[in-house]
């Protein structure tokens, strides 16, 4: 029988046996150290932002809605869950396509890696890995940073002097682990593939696949007033079950989910301007104008006629488009 009796220069000492174990040094693809900014834009229908060139990344993509994207001389169409690369000194601009109020998710950086050759003018739908990788990015910038994310007018970025541990980190990993997996994807032997996933819960493989479903369920309902009953016997699932599912993968109730969602809705509606408040506070079903208001604001903190001024704002201003950094 062996004892291990002692390590020392990389020699481990079992008894009369010696192993030498040498390290290698990882691989590194590439780095993103320089970040110039991180956006989340909730633009009115008939946005347009007349473009710009700089020398450093940008990727943009479309959460909601969809929007025209110049590259160079080429336009675009990109539609929800659609991204697309800039590469540095690369002309582009955006315009919206008049029918509906696009959310955009803007990240620039530098970056000088050869294999970034890959990105450039590459246009991708993303998965759902790519959209958490990006929701990390966007969570952790909230904390991270005290500039606001849907203020254009923001060169650099401010250090939040209270920030988690390892935030601007968490940051650097993930822009790069999304960079990556859409790398690894579209270089495979076959071209991603994506398909509709099963919507009969007899068929769902995994709770992924049940919450997915259920969202789905939400989505397709949110011009009504749901009841937790009715949203376990749509979808086949028990009311503990389904809490549990929502608190562990949202961190809220189904309902607290639903809420949010109908606040959602009601900002692309704002934007939108095809209806009034009271026009969309009966649309989503909401019992009073007052009650609509109420939701809103814990939400948003904001009324609904403050967060349309706030988006007001954002519009053309003393005849000059606005400028995304």
């Known amino acids: 029988m062996l004892y291990l009796l002692t390590i020392k220069h990389g020699l481990v000492f079992f008894g009369r046996i010696f192993m030498t174990y040498e390290s290698i040094t990882l691989r590194t693809e590439f780095t993103i150290n320089e970040i110039f900014s991180i956006h989340y834009f909730e633009y009115t229908k008939d946005f347009t932002f007349e473009g710009e060139t700089h020398d450093f990344w940008e990727l943009v993509c479309v959460d909601n809605g969809s929007i025209d994207v110049t590259a160079d001389t080429s336009v675009i169409k990109l539609k929800k869950g659609e991204m697309i690369f800039h590469r ?21 950086f530098q970056c000088r890696a050869q294999c970034m050759k890959f990105f450039e003018k590459r246009h991708v739908t993303i998965n759902a890995t790519e959209r958490f990788y990006l929701g990390q990015i966007l969570t952790e910038a909230r904390k991270t940073f005290t500039t606001p994310l849907n203020n254009p007018y923001i060169c650099k ?3 939040n ?12 990993l993930s822009l790069e682990f999304l960079l990556l997996n859409i790398y690894r994807r579209y270089n495979a032997p076959l071209q991603p593939v994506f398909k509709e996933e099963p919507a009969h819960p007899l068929i769902r493989r995994s709770n992924e696949e049940l919450l ?36 562990k993968e949202k961190n809220c109730g189904v309902i607290e989910y639903f ?12 934007r939108d ?25 814990k939400y948003t903190r904001m009324s609904p006629s403050e967060y349309l001024t706030s988006i007001q704002n954002f519009k053309e201003e003393n005849g000059e488009e606005i400028r995304l950094p």
């Not at 540095?88 to 620039?108: C, K, Q």
């Not at 988690?164 to 980190?169: I, N, R, T």
């Not at 009841?227 to 749509?234: F, H, L, M, P, S």
């Not at 009271?278 to 939701?295: A, C």
């Open 273 to 297: 301007a095809r209806y009034n408040f009271s026009e969309i506070s009966n649309l989503l079903d909401y019992s009073s104008y007052q009650y609509f208001s109420l939701q809103f604001k």
């Open 212 to 247: 997915e479903q259920i969202i789905r369920y939400l989505q397709q309902n949110v011009y009504k007033h749901l009841t937790v009953t009715e949203i376990c016997k749509a979808n086949m699932i028990g009311r503990s079950s389904l809490e549990k599912l929502f608190h």
């Open 157 to 159: 970025l401010r250090r």
């Open 88 to 108: 540095p000194n690369e002309f582009h601009a955006l315009r919206a396509d008049g029918i509906s109020p696009p959310n955009l998710i803007v990240i620039s």
């Open 161 to 172: 002097e209270n920030a988690d541990f390892g935030s601007e980190h968490i940051i650097r």
């Open 259 to 270: 809420c949010r969602l109908k606040i959602e809705t009601a900002k692309t509606m704002i």
